[in-house]
Each structure stands twice: as C-alpha cells, then as structure tokens.
C-alpha cells in the first residue's frame, strides 16, 4: 500500500515528506494507521548524526493509533484495536524479558541499533527498490507503520490516542524514572533536571508517589512554571547562579534521588552531584554519543549511585494501561505537556526546529 | 596511663613509634588492651597526605583486643569482653542507622573526617600538652585505645583476635561488597579489580553467596594465586593485554557485578566498563581525592549502574558476629589473606613500605 511518511536521507537535511510504499504485515506484525505521533527529542540525535543509524529512515517513536490488519500469528492485538507504539522493544523471551525488565531486552538493543523490524531485521517501508529503516522499530512519522505485535500495547478505546500517544516513549520514560527506577516513597526528595516532556513526566510520578519535597531544574522559565503546575514544589532556574547550591540549600545537603531528563553530560555531573550521601542519580536523557561524564572519585565514598534507564524501566503491558488509566482517571496530567499540535506531517520539519529551539515543551502531530 | 603508640607528625615522614598518655575513657567510652591490628591502605592515603586528616595522629583502624575498662554509662560491652574495632562509627539514631545503613553514619562521617572520638569530638591521647588525632576515632597502632564503645563489636572468645582484627576494616568491606552491595545470588557471575585483602574477601563473599563464575583481577600473580585458593574460578593478569576484553570473553559481554577494590581511578573505570547491560559496578575502593571517573555517557543507555559503599554496607552488630561464626565454621578462609606477621610496633613502618611495594597480601601486628 501507499503511506506518506517522513524521510530523512541523509544527516542535517531536512525531512522529506514523500509517498511511499508500505508491504503488508508479515508473521506476528500488525498494520496500524497512526492518528498522532509525538515530536521527540531523541529523533534529533539521529536525524543531526549524534547517533549512528542506517539512512535513509522514517522517523518518529511516539505513535498511537488503530489496527487496521494483523499478520499471521498475531495473538495480542486485534483489528480495531486502540494501541500505543513503543520506543522500546521487548521480545518477552531474553535475561531481561525473564528478569522483568523488558525495556533492557537484548532484541530491543538489536532494534534500536539497526533500526528494522524485530527478529526478522527486514524493512517494509521503501520507494521502489530503496528500502527504508524503520526508527526503533517504528517509523511513526507516517500516516500507516507496519510494526511487531509486541512494538504496541492496547489500550481503552476512550483514551484520546494524540495525548497518549506520548506515553511510547517521553512520558512513559519520566513515570517510570520516578516511580520504578528511583522508587521514591512517600516524603522522600528528588530533584529533576531538565522539565521537558520526560521531566514533567517524572515530576507527575514523583508528585503521585508522594515525594516531600520536587525541585524542578531548568533554564526555561515556562517549563519551570509547567512543572510547578504539575506538581513540583520548588523550581531552580539553572541560568542564573549555581543550581548545584541550590539545590543543596533547598534539601539541606542534597536531594534523595536526582533524575537527568537534560541528556547533557554536564547536567549529568551536576544531577550526581545534587544528592546526598547514599543517594541515587537516574540518567534518562541520552547525552551526545562520545560525550564524557567525569565523577570526582571521592564521591563513590559518600555511597552514592548513579545509574542510567530505559524508558523508565517501565513493563510495557503492564504499566501503560495503568498510565493511560491514571489519566483517564484525573491523577496524571499527562496532557498539559502538550503545548503544540500541527495537523500535517508537512509540519514535520518545523516540529523539530521549534522543539530544537526551546519553543515548545512537547508537540505532537495528528494525522488525518 | 602510658602506652605505646605509631604516630604520624606529618605527612610523608615515618611513623615515631613513642610512649604517649591515654586519658580515662569517659561516658560511652571503652578502653581497649589491642592485641592485634591489621596494616591496612587506607592509612597510607593519610600518612602520604592524599587525603587530608589532623595531624600528629595515631594510625591504624583494624584493632581487635579485650575490654579493660568501661566509661560510665557503657551497656553495650564489659570487662573482659572480646571485641573488633570498626572503621566505620555509626550512632544508631542518624536517618542512615535507622534505615539500616549503618556505615553511612552521619556521626561517622564526622569521626573520620576529623579523627576524634565521637559526639564530644575530644581526643585522649597525648604527649604533654599535645593531644594527637585517633584515626578514624580509634587509633589502632597502639597497645591501649580509648573508644567509643559503638566503635567495638563484641565477639566470641574462642576467635583468634589476630585474624579477626582484619574484619574491623578490609574483610568486612570486600564480605559486605558481595553480599550486601552487590547481593549476589547463585549463578551469577562477578569480577572483583584488585585481590588485596577486601577484594579476597569479596572472592570469599560471592563464593558463599553462590556466584557461578568469580573473575580476580589483578597485576599481582601471587595474589591471583590466592584468590583461585579461597575461591576465584578464573583470573586475569591486568598487566597482560587488555583487562576488559578478557572479562568480556570469560563473561560473554560482561559481568553481572563487578567490585572495585583497588582504590584507582582508572582501575573504577575499567570495573564499570567490565559489567554486562544492566549490571553494577561497586566502588570499594579509596581512589586518592582529587581524581576523577571518566565514563562514557552512552554506558548509562545500557543501564549500568555504579555504586559507592562504606566498609560494605554491613550492619556491625549483626554482621560482624556472623563473619566470625562462618570463619570459625571453616566457611571463609579468613586467614588465609595473612602472608606476613609482625610482632611488634616498631615494625610498623616496615610493615607499610611492605604493603605499598606489593610484597604482602595483608599483614598484621600482633601486640604484646
């Protein structure tokens, strides 16, 4: 079938917004037509060459929409059925899968890095003979994908799909930082760097986990005046003066748990260095690949730890239902991290410039 | 009274070995017959001035001996009880007491940041008007101490104080590491950098706690020897080729744990880089302050995790009587770590320039 889509050919060039032809689902694949897709920061890394990935590729990981046809052998979707894709993938079978952390699964690693389809490592997505990558797995950035089964979860039909839809990755990323990787317990503190669409989400699961104390660290004042709306309790803006110091000022002597939702090295550093002895530093954001993060040794003798995630370590099938059904129920406010929303993929292009650009907290497109 | 004491005036100069005063214990105070100490690294960082403490000090930190006198209102021990000193204080009612995390003692922090005893931050020991430091509040290298009395852990009688003085520090550390830090479970696989005396005991920890495989690391080819002994399945000559590729291959893509024992930098780096996806590097040992941990950012997308601990996140009272019993039990070969015993304080600083050089496992020295 035809599908347009967002191509990126080539490193530094814009998105080509193109027809393109889709093959049919082939065993334990589904065919969904997206009706939103999320605007994600990570889809730069790849698209600016920070990160290596094979070209040219359809974009985007953050899509949710309709089933319109299942492969052979498909068990946990059917046609019609309401999905969220999943930047993540899980196979259900490996260490991780086993251990309960599917979003460590060693197929998905195999996804991510080779940007096909799972198992098969194949592409359905191609104009003429030259065929496309599908980024994660997904390629969200085109009217219909052609995915594994497991690259989506079902969710209740009420659930309007262009705000869930950012649970695939964004905030699916910050709930699970806060609520299964950090684990905060009820009056606890933690402190969050960077309050974009990850930060805020973590700021939600800290506010819902009943953390005492949730510092919200950023150079932006709207996003800091969204945390604070959302549930953060104090906001430091980094621009102006240490916010290392701050932060230390605000917990007297450092926050139990810092997440990193930056994906710089340096607020990395200074995410490690705003907890205090014995506490734990989550890394959630992908810093440039290359970049060092340099930890005064005498640190590790304070007992603290530092340690990075995937997808908020989230357990796909099981926590996203649950998410979508917080919000549903009025408990998460998923959606006031919306601040933009185009309605053609032609908006593609300057989707990225203006997120790039610090323009909007999160945007997402509908399609059709 | 009068005892014998090693003492460090500063930095870099011998230790003088003299006859110092040592005033009455006071409330909470214990006064301690030592009759064996460990020689340990850690001292040195102090005597060499890579880690700041005040000088003149009395040196040592791994002290076992027999109760003499009891200051008013000690209930913990009696006269002629046996007891370990610990490297660690903890005050039983600081937030890390009271989550069980004992040697994060905020109390403790400040008895070894200012080698006092705890709480009045006094010193006993002198000569004339001047008073000397206790390092880390109890100043092992000397016939008598004066400590606080949760500074000492009772112990059976029939233990040899002149093995178990080695669990006040190093034992205890690389026993904790495995055990309480990494929490090895059976089947899984670690590699300890560095097989001094904490890394043997990290060796001796996983093997107890059922580790599939256990990987010694070191450039010391008799201490490789050693950790085969007390329970290494395969070691690694680090002065061979590339460390971190041959744990690679023992491993298949890295260890589950990996501990760090050998208090560098670079070597901190080589441990986390030699863990599998998801794995956890332990940092036990005392890097020199002012050195810094360079890690690639990207590691933290494969969520690693690298922790610090104190003395191995043991619980003295409950963990120290348990190292004992399982020693006497023929379950931990604890002395086998000994390769060279000293039988008098003048040999004190022999005893160091011979741990430095490499030419001793561990070693202690047997008073009186």
């Known amino acids: 079938m035809k599908t347009r889509a967002a191509v990126c050919y080539e490193p530094n060039t814009p998105l080509k917004v193109e027809e393109v032809e889709l093959d049919e689902p082939k065993v334990n694949e589904v065919l969904i037509r997206i009706t939103a897709t999320g605007v994600c920061h ?27 046809k299942v492969g052979p052998g498909v068990t946990t979707v059917q ?7 999943m930047v993540s993938f899980s196979c259900g079978q490996c260490r991780f899968c086993a251990e309960g952390q599917p979003t460590m699964c060693t197929v998905g690693f195999s996804v991510m890095a080779t940007a096909t389809l799972p198992f098969c490592m194949e592409k359905r997505l191609h104009v003429g003979d030259q065929y496309m990558h599908h980024l994660f797995g997904l390629a969200t950035f085109a009217e219909y994908a052609v995915v594994h089964e497991r690259s989506c979860v079902k969710i209740r039909e009420d659930a309007p799909l262009d705000v869930v839809c950012l649970l695939g990755c964004g ?16 009056g606890e503190s933690i402190v969050i760097w960077g309050v974009g669409g990850v930060g ?25 005046a969204l945390a604070s709306k959302v549930g953060a309790d104090c906001k430091v803006n980094a ?6 110091s701050k932060v230390m000022e605000l917990t007297g002597g ?20 705003s907890i205090r002895s014995g506490g734990k530093c989550i890394v959630v954001g992908m810093a440039p690949i290359g970049s060092m993060v340099n930890i005064p040794s005498y640190e590790f003798l304070l007992g603290k730890t530092i340690t990075g995630t995937i997808q908020g370590g ?10 979508v059904d917080m919000y549903m129920d ?10 933009n929303r185009y309605h053609s993929l032609n908006e593609a292009n300057e989707a990225f410039r203006a997120l790039e650009a610090g323009e909007v907290i999160r945007s997402i497109i509908e399609l059709r």
């Open 42 to 68: 990570t889809d730069l890394h790849f698209m600016k060459g920070e990160a290596p990935v094979g070209m040219p590729v359809v974009v985007g990981h953050e899509g949710a929409g309709i089933v319109e």
């Open 79 to 85: 046609v019609g059925d309401h999905v969220v894709m």
């Open 171 to 186: 905030l699916s990323t910050g709930m699970g930082a806060s609520i299964n990787v950090a684990g905060v317990k009820p």
């Open 200 to 224: 805020l989400a973590a700021v939600m699961g800290a506010r819902l986990a009943g953390a005492g104390k949730i510092i919200a660290v950023d150079k932006n004042p709207k996003k800091l």
């Open 239 to 244: 621009s102006k003066g240490d916010p290392v």
């Open 254 to 273: 450092g926050a139990d748990y810092s997440i990193e939702s930056a994906g710089k090295a340096e607020t990395i550093q200074q995410a490690f260095s």
């Open 314 to 323: 989230i357990r796909h099938q099981l926590d996203i239902p649950r998410y």
């Open 330 to 339: 009025g408990k998460i406010p998923l959606d006031k991290v919306i601040s």
